[in-house]
């Protein structure tokens, strides 16, 4: 705003008489901001692609607000615009003989026609972009009921992290106490090759290492033996912590509080057993053991040793490491493998028909050609309800959540609205907008045109014969050098 002031004042030929400490500001500003912009575009950037998710939810209600905001500006545009014509009229009323005059009333008339050009034509060119906007925006909330694909199913992200400290017991039973469908973790390995549940490298932020032993807290967790690991409290960080560890996480119980602050790592084992009683699925990331770790060539077989020996239902385990799928296939049939963002193609030879993938690959095509191939979809992380909105209109199959309480509650997406709605809602909007904005810009008109004609005629007393000489008289007399 500065930036078009000090351009305008510039073009009416007023000095702006900045003071060296204005210039210096300024220029550091200049500089932050395009520092900060930096930051944004380079560490921020997948971020874009959940500005432009959350636009595919809101866009018909962005335009539809759009069209009675213009509504609202075309007064103050239609007032300028106005008055600008009436004051162009009026100087051109009132022009005289005099060459010098004549030319710098002309200079101005022009000056006063480009603003009405410069605040016109965009104000004209964007309601006009909105009256038919629609034509070309997509909204996957747009659609017919007997369309919407079934609700998507819930894995608990580290079991249910909003209720209890990830990756711990108590946030699995939570989980299956909220009715998910299945249940998300990470496996590390011990130095002794005890599968256990943590999804850092480190133990620092889930866990007491640095009350119990400080100098080795940032050690690799797969370099402690089981013994020491069990020991290490799991959940004080979760409640006791002075910042929620999620912005919209309801605060605990109090036997919640003090069931989190006795929790400890559990084994891969444990997790496994949970899931046999409710009947759950269970998906886990596995992160190979460091190169100097013993049981880095074996960890593969390692956990599906211990997946066998825990006599839960092969099918109930959804494979997601992509080492060894064939010693995985000959061991364990059962399993239901899932890849990544594979091409179809690869995911047909290797006979996968899943694939878990973040919710950011929605932006560009919405996944379509997988859907088409019949594969089915897993998102993540999904926690906030517009998002899993767009995901439930978008026919995805589940979703990983921390939010799993909350999103558990939705019964219809958000935002949802079918097209012969929008096009009803999107031409009234049109026809009342347009009807609107050309009553203010004629009742404007219409008052300043009362108003010009007042002006008109106590002007047209200084245009007699009299008057008009002695202001003649008047101009000569000041045009005249040395008077």
């Known amino acids: 705003m500065l930036v078009v002031l000090g351009f305008l004042l510039c073009w009416e030929k007023n000095e702006l008489y900045l003071h060296w400490y204005h210039k210096i500001m300024v ?45 609202l500006l075309s007064w103050p545009v239609a007032f300028y615009l106005i008055h600008l014509e009436g004051e162009a009229r009026m100087r051109r009323y009132q022009n005289t003989s005099s060459e010098r005059r004549r030319n710098k009333w002309c200079n101005m008339l022009t000056k006063l ?24 925006t997509y909204s996957p909330c747009v659609q017919e009921k007997d369309k919407l694909a079934p609700k998507p199913n819930f894995f608990g992200h580290r079991g249910a992290a909003m209720l209890g400290p990830e990756n711990t017991i108590m946030s699995f039973e939570k989980a299956v106490e909220h009715g998910a469908d299945g249940l998300e973790s990470d496996v590390q390995i011990s130095l002794d090759e005890v599968p ?35 020991t290490l409290n799991a959940g004080k960080w979760f409640a006791d912590s002075r910042i929620k560890p999620f912005f919209n996480m309801k605060p605990l119980s109090k036997a919640d509080r003090e069931r989190a602050r006795n929790q400890k790592i559990p084994k891969l084992s444990e997790l496994l057993e949970i899931a046999r009683k409710a009947n759950k699925l269970v998906i886990f990331d596995l992160n190979s053991p460091p190169r100097s770790h013993p049981a880095r060539s074996s960890y593969i077989r390692l956990v599906v040793r211990v997946i066998l020996d825990s006599k839960i239902e092969q099918h109930l385990i959804i494979w997601l490491p992509g080492s060894d799928r064939d010693y995985v296939r000959r061991k364990a049939p059962g399993f239901q493998h899932i890849g990544r963002l594979f091409t179809i193609e690869q995911l047909t030879k290797e006979k996968i028909t899943r694939i878990n993938v973040d919710y950011k690959n929605l932006f560009h095509n919405g996944l379509k050609e997988y859907k088409a191939a019949n594969i089915t979809i897993n998102v993540y992380l999904v926690n906030e309800p517009w998002l899993f909105s767009l995901v439930w209109c978008s026919s995805i199959h589940s979703v990983t959540t921390d939010n799993l309480e909350v999103l558990k509650q939705i019964n219809h997406p958000y935002y949802f609205m079918t097209p012969n709605f929008y096009m009803f809602m999107w031409i009234f909007l049109d026809i ?29 007393y200084t245009e007699t014969p009299s008057v008009r000489s002695l202001h003649e008289e008047v101009l000569r007399v000041e045009e005249t050098p040395g008077v």
Request: glycine letters at 4%.
């Open 432 to 460: 009342l907008s347009a009807v609107f904005i050309v009553a203010i810009f004629y009742s404007i008109w219409l008052r300043e045109s009362q108003s010009e004609k007042i002006l008109q005629g106590i002007t047209s």
């Open 113 to 136: 026609r480009v603003l009405q050009v410069v605040i016109g034509l965009p104000f004209l060119l964007i309601l006009l972009c909105l009256y038919v906007v629609p034509f070309g």
């Open 27 to 71: 220029l550091i500003v200049i500089m932050l901001c395009s520092f900060l912009m930096w930051i944004l575009l380079t560490f921020w950037r997948e971020r874009w692609l959940t500005i432009g998710l959350s636009l595919k939810v809101f866009a018909p209600y962005i335009h539809l607000s759009s069209i009675s905001a213009m509504v």
């Open 196 to 230: 256990f549940l943590m999804h850092d490298y480190d133990l620092r932020r889930t866990t007491n290492i640095l009350e119990v032993m400080p100098n080795a807290s940032d050690k690799h967790s797969s370099f402690f033996y089981w013994n020491f690991l069990s």
